[in-house]
C-alpha cells in the first residue's frame, strides 16, 4: 500500500540537540513523516558554507515511528547536500523545512543564517524549502504558541507547491499571541559596530561580535521587520537568483569597445 503521509526533511544551524529543532520534529511529525539532518555542533552564522578542508561524517542516533534522525559534522549546507545524496534513494523528500531557529533571520541576517542556508540549499537542489526563525535567543525559548502556524504554512506550501528557486524565509516575532500573518519584503536595513574591543593582560586586542541593528525605512509597513515589530508572523517569499535585472538592461548600451 503506496504512504500517503508527505516526506520531510529537516535541518537547522543550532544543532540536533537543540529546542527548536526538536520542537519542529514534533510538530511535523503529525502530518508527515520526517528524517533529520542537522549540525553535530552548533553553526550559527555559517550562511551557505560548505566543508572542502575535512571529510565529513554523519551518526543516526535516533529511530522511532515517524522520524529518523541524524547527526552530521558540517554545516547546515552540508547536511542538505549529504542527506539528498545518501538518504533518499528510494523516494525523494517532498519538503525541506529548517529551523526552529533560535533568534531571527529577517532582513540582512537572511544572507547570514546557516538555518537559510539550509533552506537555500534545498532551493538550489530544486525542492521546495521553508526556513522557521523565532525572535529569541533563549536556549529554553518557548515555541508550542507557533505550532498551528507552523503546520498550516507546511501544508500550504506542500498543497501549492513553490515556484523553482524560490523559499520561504519565516520568522516569529517574541510575543505570546501572534495577530495573524503577514506576506512581507526583506527590510533595508544593516548592522552597525559589530564588534566590541578587549585587551588582554599582555596588551593584545581581541574582538567580540556584537553590534546594533538600523533599520533603514522603519516607517515602511510591507517589511518583515515591520510585521515582526507589530506582532505579526513574517512570510518572506525568497529567491536564489541574485541577477540585477534592471542593471543588465541599462548595462547593455554601456561602452566594453577595449582599446588596445
Known sequence: ?????????????????????????????????????????????????????????????LQEPGVTRYNCSGTPTDCIKLALEELFTDRKPDLIVSGINHGD??????????????????????????AFSLCDH???????????YIIAITKQVLEHGLPKGTCLNVNFPLVNEFKGVKVCRQTKGDWQQEFEMQTRKNGDNYFWMTGEYRNDEPESTDTDHWALDNGYVAITPTTIDLTAYQLKEDMQSWNFDIQQ
Open 1 to 61: 500500500m503506496e504512504n500517503k503521509r508527505p516526506l520531510i526533511l529537516v535541518s537547522n544551524d543550532d544543532g540536533y540537540r537543540a529546542k527548536g529543532i526538536n520542537e519542529l520534529v514534533g510538530f511535523l511529525k503529525t502530518i508527515a513523516d520526517v528524517v533529520v539532518m542537522a549540525p553535530t555542533m552548533p553553526r550559527s552564522g555559517s550562511g551557505c558554507a560548505i566543508t572542502t578542508s575535512v571529510p565529513l561524517k554523519y551518526t543516526k542516533d
Open 138 to 148: 533563549n536556549l529554553n525559548a518557548e515555541f508550542m504558541h507557533m505550532k498551528p
Open 105 to 130: 533571520n529577517s532582513s540582512v541576517n537572511a544572507h547570514y543564517s546557516g538555518t537559510m542556508g539550509a533552506a537555500i540549499e534545498g532551493c538550489l537542489k530544486g525542492y521546495p524549502a521553508i
